[in-house]
């Protein structure tokens, strides 16, 4: 069974919240969409909130409020960081829950957020589209952000691995910007997986991507292992050259962020993209690749 029922978080901060027997979520009301925590009923919260932004009544500015998050990629300092702090539109259809958040201002593109709940399994599909209800075309990929709490470790695929004589040509690319220091000592190197291990006394901030067929994240923190899926569409084009994941951290936080093909956007038109969830329990932080490959070889 999944409940669904209008609750306060932070301060008096509206919320809906989403909860089964083994997972809930708290998705705001006041702003977004954002969801602002997922994790077991009672638990602690697997995302970050910045309560300064939740509180702040300031709405006329860009507030990041952590928790999960919908927007459109390349970032664009002309749109990304355009203010969502209006009320979010919210629709409830038996165990799916729909927030909205329409287009105001020089917003060009409406947020939706689909939430749909497995009753018995620690396990959400999340469902984001971006509607372009501007006047002109647009050229944008839907990009899903989640900010995880702090001193976890982030864990990201690396393209299946092989003999060099049947593999003469790439599999994959890493990407980097230009802060992107590769002797930073938070990298843990693997064969099949780079594991990054937040440190909230290193304040740089540092940014990767993959370039591959490759849709999944994860996250270990608080005894759990948050996992975010989704699906790569082979032979189209990604924004970031080329980049379908990628993992974001400063001292405050790791953000996992997966993405979708660029497309040319029409007036009227969407793009969907889709992310599943799952939270697995009784999950101590990865040392190497076979602790990796053991708790994730179920569900990826």
Not at 14 to 23: I, L, Q
Not at 111 to 137: E, F, G, R, W, Y
Request: charged share 20%; aromatic share 8%; net charge negative.
């Amino acid at each position: 069974m999944v409940e669904i029922s209008q609750a306060q978080f932070l301060n008096n901060s509206n919320v809906v919240r989403v909860a089964s027997k083994v997972v809930e979520l708290l998705v705001s009301l006041d702003f977004g969409p954002r969801i602002l925590f997922f994790g077991t009923p009672g638990g602690a919260n697997q995302f970050f909130v910045h309560a300064a932004d939740i509180e702040s009544k300031q709405t006329d500015k860009y507030h990041s409020y952590g928790g999960h998050r919908l927007w459109s990629a390349p970032e664009d300092p002309d749109i990304t960081y355009l203010p969502d702090n209006d009320p979010v539109e919210w629709q409830q259809e038996g165990r799916i829950v729909t927030f909205r958040q329409p287009a105001r201002g020089k917003q060009p593109l409406t947020k939706t957020m689909k939430i749909a709940m497995d009753p018995l399994l620690a396990q959400v599909t999340i469902t984001h589209t971006l509607a372009n209800t501007s006047d002109k075309p647009l050229h944008f990929a839907a990009w899903a952000l989640t900010q995880m709490a702090p001193g976890g470790m982030g864990i990201m695929p690396l393209p299946p691995r092989g003999e060099h004589s049947e593999n003469l040509l790439p599999t994959g690319s890493l990407v980097l910007w230009a802060y992107t220091n590769l002797s930073d000592p938070r990298w843990c190197w693997g064969n099949q997986y780079i594991r990054i291990q937040h440190d909230p006394q290193l304040a740089q901030p540092l940014k990767y991507g993959m370039a591959a067929n490759l849709g999944w994240l994860g996250y270990a923190n608080h005894n759990q292992l948050f996992l975010k899926r989704s699906t790569v569409a082979p032979g189209k084009t990604y924004p970031d050259r080329g980049a379908s994941i990628e993992v974001f951290l400063n001292d405050k936080m790791v953000e996992l962020e997966t993405l979708g093909p660029i497309a040319d956007v029409n007036p009227g038109q969407s793009v969907i993209h889709i992310e599943t969830w799952h939270l697995i329990d009784k999950v101590e932080p990865p040392q190497d690749d076979a602790d990796v490959l053991r708790i994730i070889e179920n569900y990826v």
